[in-house]
């Protein structure tokens, strides 16, 4: 965990978690907020592969980017308007991202990192289940890639959590029990 700004009393609380294709992020995001309505901690969730699922993206935006960036200033705007204060972003590379994140949201937060991690057995056959198209195979490619790569890049500040073999409700209760405050509402 790490803290991005100056502190103050109404800090917004950021809880981002990442992984691989197939690793059980939204799932387990899903399963936290669940967690979370049931104890009345306040929080939003959004996740952030939809925000630049565009085809074509734009010229100048090749990679989405800045489309994503775009939409979750837009959604976390009605979420702040709405007095909320703690965002769950659940996308691959977010704990690679936390500066766009944060310039999204506009300001400093408490910034929790939750890398999920899975071998490439457990990631394909979760993967095999969902992808049932001409797809799969590329698929798999991209999560094994990018593994590695968030592996290698994750700073460690980012709690690594594996998820194989582990129900959803323990990998969320594990999630919460490190980035909750006992006090947040």
Known sequence: MTTIGAPDRDRLELLLIGGRSGVGKTT???E????WQRRGVAHCLVDGDNLGAAYPKPADDPDGSALTEANLR???ENYAAAGHRRLVYVNTVSVLEPS?????IGGSARVHGVLLTATDETAHARLARREVGTALDLHVRRSGTMAAHLDERAGDWVLRVPTDGRLVAD???AISR????????
Not at 100 to 104: E, G, H, K, P, T
Not at 178 to 185: I, K, Y
């Open 100 to 104: 766009m994140v944060l310039r999204a």
């Open 28 to 30: 387990v995001a899903h």
């Open 178 to 185: 490190e980035v909750l405050l006992p006090t947040a509402r």
């Open 74 to 76: 837009a959604v976390w």
């Open 171 to 173: 990998i969320a209760t």
């Open 32 to 35: 936290l907020s669940e967690q």
